[in-house]
């Protein structure tokens, strides 16, 4: 069985925004990027599941849509412990045209099960993982917040609103993850970053996919008026100011 | 020249972070306040291929330069000295003196499960008549024909009583002085092997510093290191290595100590305008931050040299002599910068200033790492 | 040509965001001068989904199937499909909530329709067709153009508001053509949690983090939040100390919410906290620390111990409510 880990590289979260002096960009210089932090605690999870005693999972590979900027952090997922990856070589428009590539390396390599993370911490689309899904025919759960193994079935709980659900889905899927899939990213180890070293990175040429939409600007928020203290002793002012002044209670 | 790291190097360094930033923080004020040795941590640092990241992989080793040794080092050093104090002596004094002049066997046997992190070394060098004076050792190691008795005592010893392996320098031969020293591997579970009570230090708290006394400890010969007499030149070798390791924890406290000082400067707001805004304050901080800078490109210096296998005995005692002084000095500024709160155990600072000030006084105080500069300058 | 809008029911009621959808979706359509079409899949009455009309929807199509009772990503798709199809759709409303999130990114691909996730105000213009976004969980804004021909768009909740403008009318059913091999996800079992109140759907949030202690003293929170009628929640320290369920984890790698009125007791403020809030439209911040970064951001704030301002704050409500 072949599980694949979609991935994107992303400003590390405690990023200060600045825009380009036109507003048509973010200002990405100086950016620490980091793997996106759900793909991480998804390439955790699929690592733990092709760890357990018996598994069926013989190989896990990473891929990623994005220019070569991107290959320190896919080294970075073969250094925890991913056993391939795969680079297709385009700068994205959007999120239709990274699925669309995405699809066709899945139709070329066949995975059986395919995790993204929920949304990048950047824009915040929470696309990827259902356009992939629609691209191949695949069925996909969204909200995943654990996800097991069982013969040729997968258990996962999804969480919904005001609840959890248990489910069972067949073979080949695609789980869409979100924060608690697996407790916590893992830090690659001296040996790992070593064997990372042989594992192939495979830069796969762009199948000529189109986007549907694009950033033609940006902003920033407005800057927040300074906050009203209001002092320990005299509680009952903060009441009154959320009932009278703020009208929220 | 080339300043760039390599993708590795930021890997590693990221990795030890990560680590830091995630795990380490979470419980050392608890652990320096009762002094409690980081058990777990050294656990995750095995696992992580840190304690034997120098290591050639032949024998089980990370297989990594020493530059990212340096960036290691730092990151860690700015959460945890005293975690990072184990790591620089399994790495640097314990597992470099046996995979440079180790044999075959002793590599085997003892090395591999260093460099996996399965055994903790500890490097017995400091005796409580003999600190920075390596010549004059009391301990001795006589020779019995097919093994040593040793006996005598060692001080200030780090993970003296978690180690396994202990490398023990001892004199077997006083009439050649130093020339008649010896270094040998020594099990800790040896009969005869006794130590101390934990040291109540001011700072490095949770790491495990004891005396360690040997009482008729009987030594195979083939645990003696290199020929007869080699243990002087072992010692020193060794610990020119380990200087590198402490350089680049002292150039961690310091980094540690600007970065909460930055982060607090900015926050805190003095006279209507933030710390930062006040020249007095940002001046200071930019002293702090070209002396770390100084600090750095000297640990990596010293690195960079040993990875190409060009000397760097003097290069590492620079680095360690001026990222000690400087390490004292800016964590004594960033608490200065925090006031009151630099001076309370919540704010950090006030500990990573009690630990610079070992890295000034261990692996060769200051004025020794002065005397080494100024012989090779005056020769 | 229409716009369509998905809108979702609990337990057979529309609710306050399913309204904002349809006065979202009226403004579009009245820019656009067509009408609104709203579609709702599950058990609900023909009376409860005519108050559609009153946030400006004419018709209202109800699709109640069986096996649409639990969310299969893969059927919904195909049922709103067609529906989209029947009536020319041309722009897609939906919440972006657990649905939309799942929902949407397989009919962009199936209608081949551009999709602008977590709007949060209407079309700055029709032609080009652009909208604002969020980006970096609110700390930007995208404003993002639309090319292809038929448009999806998902609102954040709490961003456009209710709007009212009545409408006559008209619900009818449709029974969307759906084989059983459409189905392929199968419910074992589920739960509900325990709150009251929909953290994502909360007017009022009351959340706390690490200066709380210790789990024992979450008392006096829930006695605040129950007497608000609102949510509970936590910052990720908590969440990941295992004081509080992950569920109740706001913020960047959390839930992001955009309640009226949110409490933060002994919460610092990390930026990544802040990410997972700042569309709250008022913040109120108690902190010991008066260097704390969640003062920077709220409106209000006492600086203080949360255990002592807490029970004040409670008892100091139910005072101004016996008057």
Same mark, same amino acid.
């Given at each position: ?249 | 020249m ?51 990241m120098l290591v050639d ?7 990594m330069d020493t530059v990212s040794y340096v960036l290691a080092m730092e990151?860690?050093s ?6 990072s104090v184990?790591m620089s002596v399994n790495n640097s004094l314990v597992c470099y003196g046996l995979q440079e002049f180790g ?18 070394g500890?490097f017995l060098l400091s005796?409580?008549?003999a600190g920075s004076d390596a010549t004059s050792q ?18 200030w010893?780090t ?8 490398l023990?320098i ?7 002085k130093h020339k008649?020293i010896n270094c040998?591997? =020594? ?7 006794? %130590? ?7 700072? /490095? @708290? ?19 290191i290199g020929e007869?007499g080699f243990g002087f030149t072992f010692a020193m070798k060794t610990l020119e290595g380990g200087r590198i390791g402490i350089a680049s924890q002292a150039l961690g ?41 100084n600090a750095r490109n000297l640990c990596l210096k010293a690195a960079w040299l040993k990875d190409q296998h060009k000397p760097y005995g003097i290069a590492s005692s620079m680095a360690k002599y001026y990222a000690a002084e400087i390490a ?6 960033? =608490? ?7 001076? %309370? ?7 990573? /200033? @009690?630990?610079?000030?070992l890295t000034q006084i261990y692996e060769g105080t200051s004025e020794i790492q002065q005397i080494v500069i100024s012989r090779d300058l005056l020769k | ?323």
């Amino acid at each position: 069985m072949k599980l694949l880990v979609c991935i994107s590289n992303v400003p590390d979260t405690t990023t200060k925004i600045k825009l380009s002096p036109d507003n048509k960009s973010v200002d990405l210089s100086g950016i620490q990027w980091v793997i996106n932090p759900w793909d991480e605690l998804a390439l955790t999870r699929a690592l733990e599941l092709k760890e357990t005693a018996g598994s069926s999972i013989e190989k896990i590979s990473v891929a990623s849509v994005g220019t070569a900027e991107l290959e320190p952090t896919l080294r970075k997922a073969l250094a925890i412990g991913a056993d391939d990856a795969f680079r297709i070589d385009l700068n994205p428009q959007d999120a239709y045209q990274v699925a669309e590539e995405l699809a066709a390396l899945v139709k070329a390599q066949s995975f059986d099960i395919i995790l993204c993370g929920i949304e990048s911490s950047d824009y915040n689309g929470a696309m990827v993982g259902g356009m992939l899904a629609e691209q191949l025919g695949y069925t996909s759960v969204s909200s995943v917040s654990s996800l097991n193994l069982d013969g040729s079935n997968v258990k996962l709980t999804r969480e919904i609103d005001g609840g959890k659900q248990n489910l069972t889905v067949s073979l080949p899927f695609l789980a869409i993850v979100q924060k608690g899939i697996a407790i916590e990213p893992r830090i690659p180890s001296m040996r790992g970053i070593m064997t990372a070293r042989t594992k192939p990175l495979t830069v796969v040429a762009a199948s000529g996919s189109s986007a549907l939409t694009a950033v033609v600007g940006n902003a920033l928020p407005t800057a927040k008026s300074a906050c009203h203290m209001v002092d320990a002793e005299n509680v009952s002012e903060l009441v009154r100011l959320l009932h009278e002044e703020a009208k929220v209670i | 020249m080339n300043f760039e790291f390599t993708e590795e190097q930021l890997m590693i360094r990221d990795a030890a972070r990560d680590f830091a930033q995630r795990d380490l923080i979470k419980d050392v004020i608890e652990r320096d306040a009762g002094s409690i040795y980081p058990t777990e941590h050294v656990k995750k640092l095995a696992e992580l291929g840190f304690l034997g990241m120098l290591v050639d992989p032949a024998y089980d080793g990370g297989g990594m330069d020493t530059v990212s040794y340096v960036l290691a080092m730092e990151e860690i050093s700015k959460v945890d000295a005293s975690v990072s104090v184990i790591m620089s002596v399994n790495n640097s004094l314990v597992c470099y003196g046996l995979q440079e002049f180790g044999s075959e066997d002793q590599k085997n046997k003892y090395l591999r499960p260093l460099a996996k992190g399965d055994k903790i070394g500890a490097f017995l060098l400091s005796e409580p008549e003999a600190g920075s004076d390596a010549t004059s050792q009391r301990t001795t190691a006589e020779d019995k024909g097919d093994h040593y008795l040793l006996n005598g005592t060692k001080n200030w010893i780090t993970n003296g009583n978690t180690a396994g392996t202990y490398l023990v320098i001892a004199q077997t031969h006083p009439e050649k002085k130093h020339k008649g020293i010896n270094c040998l591997i =020594v099990d800790r579970n040896s009969p005869g092997i006794s %130590v101390g009570p934990h040291e109540d230090k001011m700072g /490095m @708290r949770s790491s495990d510093t004891h005396s360690v006394m040997f009482n008729d400890v009987i030594v195979p010969k083939e645990n003696r290191i290199g020929e007869d007499g080699f243990g002087f030149t072992f010692a020193m070798k060794t610990l020119e290595g380990g200087r590198i390791g402490i350089a680049s924890q002292a150039l961690g406290l310091a980094s540690g100590a600007l970065e909460r000082a930055v982060k607090y400067a900015k926050e805190r707001k003095a006279f209507g305008t933030e710390l930062s805004n006040h020249q007095a304050i940002a001046f200071k901080l930019a002293d702090m931050a070209v002396k770390i800078e100084n600090a750095r490109n000297l640990c990596l210096k010293a690195a960079w040299l040993k990875d190409q296998h060009k000397p760097y005995g003097i290069a590492s005692s620079m680095a360690k002599y001026y990222a000690a002084e400087i390490a004292m000095e800016v964590t004594t500024q960033a =608490v200065q910068i925090h006031g009151g709160y630099g001076y %309370v155990k919540e704010y950090h600072v006030e500990r990573l /200033m @009690r630990e610079a000030k070992l890295t000034q006084i261990y692996e060769g105080t200051s004025e020794i790492q002065q005397i080494v500069i100024s012989r090779d300058l005056l020769k | 040509m229409s716009v369509l809008v998905y809108i979702e029911n609990r337990e057979g009621k529309l609710n306050k965001g399913a309204f904002e959808l349809v006065s979202y979706a009226s403004r579009i359509a009245k820019d656009l001068n067509t009408g609104v079409t709203a579609l709702s899949i599950g058990n609900v009455s023909e009376s409860e989904l005519s108050r559609a009309g009153q946030y400006g929807a004419s018709k209202v199509i109800s699709i109640n199937d069986g096996r649409l009772e639990t969310l299969d990503n893969k059927a919904y798709t195909i049922a709103i499909e067609q529906v989209a199809t029947a009536e020319s759709a041309t722009v897609l409303v939906m919440g972006s909530g657990f649905t939309g999130k799942a929902i949407a990114p397989r009919l962009s691909v199936r209608l081949k329709a551009g999709l602008v996730p977590f709007a949060i105000a209407a079309p700055s213009s029709y032609q080009p067709f652009v909208v604002r976004k969020k980006t970096f969980s609110g700390k930007s804004f995208s404003d993002v153009e639309v090319k292809s021909a038929v448009k999806i768009i998902t609102l954040s909740p709490n961003s456009f508001g209710l709007h009212e403008s009545p409408v006559s009318t008209a619900v009818t059913t449709f029974s969307p053509n759906l084989l059983d091999s459409d189905f392929s996800t199968r419910v074992d079992s589920s739960e509900k949690f325990s709150g009251k109140v929909l953290l994502t759907e909360a007017d009022i949030v009351v959340s706390a983090g690490r200066g709380m202690k210790g789990p024992e003293n979450w008392g006096p929170v829930e006695e605040l939040a129950e007497l608000l009628g609102a949510a509970t929640a936590c910052s990720r320290p908590v969440a990941d100390e295992g004081w509080r369920p992950h569920a109740e984890h706001v913020g960047q790698t959390g839930k992001v919410i955009a309640p009226n009125l949110y409490f933060a007791f002994g919460i610092s403020g990390a930026i990544q906290h802040v990410a997972g809030i700042s569309s709250s439209k008022v913040i109120v911040a108690v902190n010991k620390d008066p260097e704390a970064p969640i003062f920077a951001t709220a409106d209000y704030g006492i600086v203080g111990d949360v255990q002592k301002i807490l029970p004040e704050l409670i008892q100091s409500i139910k005072a101004s409510r016996s008057h």
